[in-house]
């Protein structure tokens, strides 16, 4: 059965969005790996500051099944479909790995570029996958986060 991982984020009610989306992901994939969360500044624009995470899961569905399902969780924490890419967000969940799915198909990028560009997405991943491989850098979670430019965009651990 395919290994999802998924990053999770919000800087409108971060705290209460990021809850929802957890208790309806938890209702659908249960059960789920929840990194630690991390408060940044928005990345692209002005704005509040962003709470992210990422959570992994196993399951039977398909990739197009768990992208539906997860913009369904994004509608039921008040994420308009096609909203700006660079603006703020009630939700954002982007699927970061796919088993070891390797896709360049529009809205299936995988793994997801930003994974090892974004220190809000590889932090977290890094924390609960430290040893899984990325399918085509061929390095571990912790490799990647260790040669990773940390000081670049500051990060705090929060509770959610």
């Given at each position: 059965m395919p290994e999802v991982f998924v990053a999770a984020g919000s800087n409108v009610q971060p705290e209460i969005n990021l809850r929802k989306a957890l208790d309806a992901l938890e209702r659908i994939y249960?059960?789920?790996?929840?990194?630690?969360?991390?408060?940044?500044?928005?990345?692209?624009?002005?704005g509040e500051d962003f709470?992210?995470?990422?959570?992994?899961?196993?399951?039977?569905?398909?990739?197009?099944d768990v992208r539906r399902n997860l913009q369904s969780v994004e509608a039921l924490c008040g994420r308009v479909p096609d909203a700006p890419k660079w603006a703020p967000?009630?939700?954002?969940?982007?699927?970061?790995?796919?088993?070891?799915?390797?896709s360049d198909e529009p809205g299936y990028l995988l793994p997801r570029p930003d994974l090892v560009k974004r220190p809000y997405m590889l932090k977290p991943m890094a924390d609960i996958a430290?040893?899984?491989?990325?399918?085509?850098?061929?390095?571990?979670m912790r490799e990647l986060w260790?040669?990773?430019d940390q000081g670049?965009?500051?990060m705090k651990e929060v509770r959610v």
């Open positions: 249960a059960p789920l790996t929840i990194s630690p969360a991390y408060r940044n500044k928005a990345v692209g624009f002005e709470i992210n995470l990422v959570l992994g899961f196993i399951t039977t569905d398909s990739l197009i967000r009630s939700m954002d969940l982007d699927i970061l790995l796919y088993d070891d799915v390797v430290p040893d899984r491989m990325h399918p085509t850098r061929r390095r571990t260790a040669a990773f670049g965009h500051e």
